[in-house]
């Protein structure tokens, strides 16, 4: 007897162990349930954290709406320009309908909250990239990681319309250069600072393909600051923009040394595998080390150039829910807060570095 209550509880301590192994990789997850309702005005961008990047004026604290949803660590915002209703949300259902009528929103699983952004006809009308909006998660100053993942949960308003040659930006995996202090603004620049960065999206050819494509964009740290991007069909022509809600997940890896073309960038649909790159020059030659430049950001939303037309003037949304950021690859049915979620000792909801 006491050698089978031995055995059951060293088996018990083992799957426990194997449990924490498994998750301990999560640097940050979040559905927004437990957040603050946040509806920004104006035009603004700002550190949650003071030890970031000119953590005086530019603090959160210092700024109308005030900080971003908790768990996040700042964020930009462009000034409406046709509405009264800026491009980033947080709240369900009933919060999102006091602000504009929605063709159907409800957050992931009918129940808590979302964020969801809002794109206006008049800017994307104008052929510009508008309706910018960022919200940022920091791991940290750091070096960063050399490799990481990022999942989360997308569904797009049920009457999107999208032009051919469009495209819309989902979110930022990159480095911050914590090192360049010239600005909170140069925190969001990823085209001569704060590189290498990936720029997951969507790219839509209607006269190829009648349903939208993805790219992953990639910024290099160096040789030029050169841009690649590649577009590539969904898989069993799945439609992310059909209102319904769907799971992304991207791949980045650094090269494991200075001008070697071996870094990756990947990305899955549903489960699907859509694009698998493993020849990327994340960093140059000019790079002293390729650990000096890791992913310690991401950053979701972005701006869009889809001209859809002003002739109802109806302003169109999409939502993320289902946040997670993990070292290690990510389940599809990876649940927050759930049994297939983290134990909560190795949870990290506030996004910190482990």
């Not at 970031?52 to 900080?67: E, L, T, V, W």
């Not at 898989?235 to 769907?246: C, F, K, M, R, T």
């Not at 960093?283 to 037309?309: E, M």
């Amino acid at each position: 007897m006491y050698k089978t209550i031995t055995t059951m509880m060293l088996t018990f301590s083992l799957c426990v162990m194997l449990i924490n192994t498994s998750y301990s990789a999560v640097l940050f997850e979040n559905n927004f349930d437990s957040l603050q309702t946040w509806n920004p005005t104006g035009s603004d961008a700002c550190w949650q954290n003071t030890v970031m990047i000119d953590g005086g004026s530019n603090s959160c604290k210092n700024k109308s709406p005030g900080p971003a949803p908790s768990v996040f660590n700042d964020y930009r915002l462009l000034t409406p320009q046709c509405s009264s209703i800026a491009p980033m949300h947080v709240g369900g259902a009933a919060d999102i309908a006091a602000l504009k009528s929605t063709a159907g929103f409800t957050p992931y699983n009918n129940v808590g909250k979302s964020y969801v952004h809002f794109y206006e006809p008049c800017m994307s009308s104008s052929g510009g990239w508008g309706s910018d909006g960022l919200l940022g998660v920091y791991l940290g100053k750091s070096a960063g990681n050399s490799e990481l993942y990022v999942q989360a949960k997308v569904r797009f308003d049920p009457n999107w319309v999208w032009q051919n040659g469009s495209q819309l930006k989902l979110m930022h995996i990159a480095h911050f250069d914590e090192n360049y202090n010239q600005g909170v603004l140069q925190a969001y620049e990823f085209f001569n600072y704060n590189l290498p960065d990936m720029v997951p999206g969507i790219y839509v050819n209607t006269l190829y393909y009648p349903e939208p494509q993805f790219y992953l964009h990639s910024s290099h740290a160096d040789v030029g600051k050169t841009t690649a991007s590649v577009v590539t069909t969904p898989p069993s022509h799945i439609n992310i923009s059909d209102g319904n809600w769907h799971t992304v997940k991207y791949h980045v890896k650094l090269n494991t040394a200075a001008n070697l073309a071996n870094g990756v960038k990947e990305m899955w649909l549903d489960g699907q595998l859509v694009a698998s790159y493993t020849d990327v020059p994340w960093t140059g030659a000019n790079t002293p080390t390729a650990a000096a430049y890791g992913f310690n950001r991401v950053i979701f939303g972005g701006n869009s150039s889809n001209i859809f037309g002003t002739a109802d003037g109806r302003t169109q949304w999409y939502a993320l829910d289902e946040l997670v950021i993990s070292t290690t690859d990510i389940s599809t049915n990876y649940v927050i807060g759930g049994v297939s979620a983290a134990p909560a000792q190795v949870k990290n909801p506030l996004g910190t570095k482990l």
